[in-house]
Structure formats: structure tokens, C-alpha cells
């Protein structure tokens, strides 16, 4: 008789048992392959979020600038050799190498303007890139979509005293308020928005850019290199990493992993732990069985490749069943879990021979003290039993 017939005829006579071992290593690879599949879509669905969620590549004009300080008092500083950045410059940004990790490039023109005697920042963007890149801002009424049409920061629709749908007067020209921002909490409440081309006319900066913010795609982006590359494109320009918020990004896509992993390794450990207590039960429970063989020169090796191969068995279709509820339970947890609708699960190979490797791994590693153990146990003594 050869030895895998041993192991599955033992197998087919303690079904109840293997079934519960099957289901206990299965439900941690499950656990596993849920985690670490959730873990890299809700990555990527982050990443992608966050990606769109602010600038963290600031241009602004080269200047240069002396500090005034008199007996320890600040008196202020000197601005000379003040230069602009050209509208039409800003194609260049997008024909630096790493141009595919460019999500959105924002210029804005800044200004100070009078409303109703009331002084007030104004700020020209193109509201299709600013939406775009600010997708935190809720409006109370709709976004400007023609020249004539601003957008109010809570605080200063307080200061104007103007809402969703009424009228300012700015310059002589009449303007329309689109609509309101919910408070943000940053500067954005105090100022006035309008388009661009509007805006630079508003303030006589045609063709002028008081500073552009650049949405780079993080994912192991070269921040540093697009820096550099820009600098060479816009020689007069000053370009700045803003640091904190990659590194922001970058830590909390870390601290996810790092939960995940170790969800992952505890899991591990009670499915080790299952695999040994069902392994050493059985030994326990087939003490005659064991005994016989001996008695009719089975070696200690083969008792124990018996043992192995029923073990190596039972953690393959763990595995397989493993792998298969695991991407169910990611597919169902991902869109309650995920920030966009639109989050796609990520089917990975690696993952799928990982958690069959990993079922086989555990199984044989959880069953070689009680294989060992069945090898040595004395025939004399199983046979007493009979």
C-alpha cells in the first residue's frame, strides 16, 4: 500500500475533523488575503485621492530680498528685483520629464480690491483646475462658469454681507455670486474668487502670475527630480517641494500597511495554533493505528509522511478555498470601506500562489511535532491497546 493512499483513506475516514481543520486554516488565509487585498486597493483608491487633494509643488517669483533691523526692532524688509512669471510660460511645466506625475497645475493671480469699501483679497483661478485640486470645498450655490461670476470664502461673504445669487459691484463692473464656500478653515475663507483672465484685468496684471500650485501624483513620485526640472523650465521662478504634505501622504498609506500586516500576523498564529491542536488530536486518536504500522515495519519516516501528507493536503485546499472567500470578502467589504465609489479591487497572482504557499507552509510547519511524535511512539506499547 503506498503512503499518500494511507493519507487520503484517513483523511476520507475523519471527514468531521478534517473539515474543521480545512475550515479553520481556510478562514485565516481568507482573513489574510481580505487584509492584504483591501490593504493594496484601499492604497491605490488613497493614493488617488490624495493625489487630487492639494498642491505639494509651489512656484512662485524669484525676488530678492533684504531684512531691515535697527536696536533689535524689526522694521520690515526691502523687495528689489522683483520678477513675474508669464502666463505663457506655464506650458513649459508640462514638458519636463516626469510630466506623466502631473496632475493638475493651478495659476493663480492675487490682489487687493475694494467691495463696497470693504478691502478683500482677490484671487483669479481657473476654476476647472482649482475644483480639481480642491476637492474638499463644498459650495453653497453653484461654481463661477462665465467671466462675470465670483466665488465668496465664508468669512468673506460675512464681511460683504453678499450670498449665493446677489450682487457686488467691483470696479465699476457688476459681478454675480455663484456661490458660497463652506467654511475650509484656511485662508480660502477670507477671499474672493474669480476667473483668471477676469481677475488679472481687475487688478492690470494681464498675462501675469502671482504663483502656481502643482498637484504631483505621489506614488513614488521624484519629487526632488520634478523640482529640479521645473527650476530649469522656469529659470525665474522659485520652485518649492512642499514637503509636509508628501510626507503626510506617504506616512499614512504606511501606517495602513503596517495595520494590516499585523492583523495579518495574528491571524497566522491562531491558524498555526488550529492546524497543531486538530494534528495532535489525531495523532492521539490513532495511537493503534500508528502502533500497527510499526509492528509491520513501516520506518519512522514514513509514519511521519503520512502525517505531512495529510497535512500538506488539507492546507492546499485551505488554500485554494482560502484565496477564493478572501477576494469574495474584499469585494464586498471594499465599497463600504473605500472613500470613491469607483475603487477597484486589485487582482494580484502574487497574492494567490502567497496564500497557497502560505496555507502549505503553515500546515506542514504546525504538523512536524506531532508527526515527529506519532514516529516515535513505542508499537509495544500501541499494541497493548488492541
Not at 487582482?347 to 516515535?376: E, K, N
Request: one cysteine or more; charged letters at 20%.
Amino acid at each position: 500500500m503506498k503512503l499518500h493512499t494511507i493519507s487520503i483513506n484517513n483523511l476520507k475516514r475523519r471527514k468531521a475533523k478534517m473539515a474543521f481543520l480545512t475550515i479553520g486554516l481556510m478562514v485565516g488565509i481568507a482573513t489574510i488575503v481580505t487584509l492584504v487585498t483591501l490593504t493594496r486597493s484601499m492604497s491605490r483608491d488613497i493614493e488617488a485621492k490624495m493625489d487630487e487633494f492639494g498642491a505639494n509643488i509651489l512656484i512662485t517669483p524669484q525676488s530678492n530680498g533684504l531684512a531691515m533691523n535697527y536696536g533689535g526692532i524689526s522694521l520690515g524688509g526691502v523687495t528689489f528685483d522683483q520678477r513675474e512669471i508669464l502666463e505663457e510660460d506655464l506650458a513649459r511645466i508640462k514638458t519636463i520629464r516626469n510630466n506623466k506625475n502631473i496632475s493638475a497645475v493651478s495659476p493663480k493671480v492675487l490682489g487687493g480690491i475694494k467691495v463696497d469699501s470693504h478691502d478683500v483679497m482677490l484671487v483669479g483661478v481657473n476654476f476647472d483646475n482649482e475644483l480639481k485640486m480642491k476637492q474638499w470645498w463644498r459650495i453653497f450655490g453653484d461654481a463661477p462658469k462665465v467671466e462675470n461670476e465670483v466665488l465668496l470664502g465664508s468669512d468673506a461673504s460675512k464681511v460683504l454681507n453678499a450670498g449665493s445669487g446677489d450682487n457686488l459691484l467691483i470696479k465699476g463692473e457688476g459681478f454675480k455670486v455663484a456661490g458660497v464656500l463652506d467654511q475650509t478653515g484656511s485662508q480660502d475663507d477670507a477671499l474672493v474668487f474669480a476667473s483668471l483672465p477676469k481677475a488679472q484685468k481687475l487688478l492690470a496684471k494681464e498675462g501675469k502670475i502671482t504663483l502656481v500650485e502643482v498637484a504631483a501624483l505621489c506614488s513614488g513620485c521624484p519629487i526632488g527630480d520634478m523640482v529640479t526640472q521645473i527650476a530649469e523650465k522656469l529659470p525665474d521662478a522659485k520652485v518649492s517641494a512642499i514637503q509636509q504634505v508628501v510626507e503626510g501622504r506617504l506616512k499614512a498609506l504606511d501606517q495602513f500597511r503596517r495595520f494590516s500586516y499585523a492583523m495579518a500576523g495574528v491571524v497566522v498564529f491562531i491558524g498555526s495554533l488550529i492546524v497543531f491542536v486538530t494534528m495532535m488530536g489525531s495523532v492521539n486518536e490513532r495511537t493503534t493505528e500508528i502502533g500497527v504500522f510499526r509492528a509491520i515495519g513501516f520506518r519512522k519516516s514514513h509514519i511521519m509522511r503520512i502525517i505531512l501528507l495529510e497535512a500538506a493536503l488539507v492546507s492546499l485546499l485551505a488554500g485554494f478555498l482560502g484565496y477564493a472567500a478572501g477576494m469574495g470578502g474584499a469585494g464586498l467589504a471594499l465599497p463600504f470601506m473605500a472613500e470613491s465609489k469607483d475603487a477597484h479591487l486589485v487582482w494580484d497572482m502574487t497574492v494567490a500562489f502567497g496564500s497557497v504557499g502560505l496555507a502549505l507552509v503553515l500546515g506542514i510547519l504546525a504538523s512536524l511535532y506531532p508527526a515527529l511524535h506519532a514516529s516515535r511512539m513505542d508499537p509495544t506499547e500501541a499494541l497493548r491497546a488492541l
